[in-house]
């Protein structure tokens, strides 16, 4: 088992930045691969970042491209996601992931391990 805790969320203006962190704990010696992903009222989950456990790829959803990174550091066992040039439609709950399957990040099904969430709000 694994739990993981996010922070970092909060109220920004648009433009602004923001950087998340979740902390893992429990059985973190196994080879995971992280991810964020973020649900706004009413909408379905959606991917946002990846990286795989060795670090060496990772993933963006199109709408994030170039304004979010993900990061990794294994020895605080800790992933970080820098956002910057915040929207408001970047609005939404953003929850951290984790997984040892392999396959597409883009689908919930497809990652074992889920953080309670942290709020992130853009105002325009």
């Known amino acids: 088992q694994v739990q993981l805790v996010e922070s970092g969320g909060g109220l920004v203006q648009a433009g602004g930045s923001l950087r998340l962190s979740c902390a893992a704990s429990g059985r973190t010696s196994s080879r995971y691969s992280m991810g964020w992903f973020r649900q706004a009222p009413g909408k379905e989950r959606e991917f946002v970042a990846a990286m795989h456990w060795s670090g060496g790829s990772t993933s963006y959803a199109d709408s994030v491209k170039g304004r979010f990174t993900i990061s990794r550091d294994n020895a605080k066992n800790t992933v970080y996601l820098q956002m910057n040039s915040l929207r408001p439609e970047d609005t939404a709950v953003y929850y951290c992931?984790?997984?040892?399957?392999?396959?597409?990040?883009?689908?919930?099904?497809?990652?074992?391990?889920w953080g309670q969430g942290t709020q992130v709000t853009v105002s325009s």
């Open positions: 992931a984790a997984r040892t399957k392999s396959g597409s990040y883009y689908y919930t099904a497809s990652w074992d391990y």
